[in-house]
């Protein structure tokens, strides 16, 4: 490495919290099977906006859309923050009450870049942070 050069490591990602919502689904036996068994993998899935309804889909190629219950002034909130170039994550699907709840987080995520800096022979910089 020449002296005096900065390495540049890939970017991290750091994510913002905005708000959190709970919210209730609407589904169909089997669909409550499924999710009692733990059988669910909520990664994959996705919520959009359907005139003023808000849906879930849970895989990538999947037809069904199950929608999510809110109340109508928490509904226009998350359009908002959708306007504001947010991203709206679903996070985990869980059971309150023997109602099905869906738990979704309104989040904002920058990317940074990693630089290290060698300022001496033992002592490193990384983002302003002391590296022995």
């Known amino acids: 490495m020449v002296a005096g050069s900065i390495p540049v490591l890939p970017f991290y990602k ?18 409550v099977k499924i999710i009692k068994k733990k059988n669910i993998n909520i990664k994959s899935s996705k919520i959009i906006k ?5 849906f879930l889909i849970l895989r990538k190629k999947s037809e069904n859309l ?14 908002f923050w959708k306007e504001k170039k947010k991203k709206i994550v679903p996070k985990k699907i869980f059971i309150k009450n023997n109602l099905v709840k869906l738990e979704i987080n309104v989040e904002n995520i920058i990317k940074e870049k990693k630089t290290k800096k060698k300022m001496s022979d033992d002592i490193l910089f990384e983002n302003n942070n002391i590296i022995f």
Do not use: P
């Not at 750091?14 to 669909?31: C, M, N, P, Q, R």
């Not at 359907?50 to 808000?54: A, G, H, S, T, V």
């Open 14 to 31: 750091k994510i913002i919290k905005f708000k959190k919502y709970t919210a209730g689904l609407v589904l169909k036996k089997d669909e």
């Open 50 to 54: 359907i005139k003023n309804e808000l």
């Open 66 to 79: 199950i929608k999510i219950i809110l109340k109508r002034k928490e509904i226009n909130e998350i359009f």
